[in-house]
């Protein structure tokens, strides 16, 4: 293959990606996105696996930490996982806001105006 047709070949699997409109792209994206899911759970079990065999961890602790930090972690930053155009309600006075711009706090999705007066 040419480097040409390759990065063509690229840049139209890129522009597929970004712009899914039939149902058949959104299932192949959703295809993707769970072999990923699960690649990653096979990497972490395996790695737990490791460290508890060379006797570095405990694998219940390491599990329970790696649970600990990615809830913490989806709750820091909603506004990356969530797809762009999402809407959502801020928690305290109701309005409709696009998750982008939604802080989460204790209380819940909280808008600018309600996350400064809280
Ligand atoms: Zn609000």
Redesign the pocket.
Known sequence: MSDESFKQLWFDGDHARHHATTPQDVQSQIQTLTQRTYELTVLVTTLVDLLAQANQVDANVLIAKVEGQLESEIQAMPAAVAPKGAMTH??????E?AMAQATMTASGL??????LSA
């Open positions: 801020c928690a305290r006075c109701r309005i806001l909280l808008c600018d105006r309600c996350v």
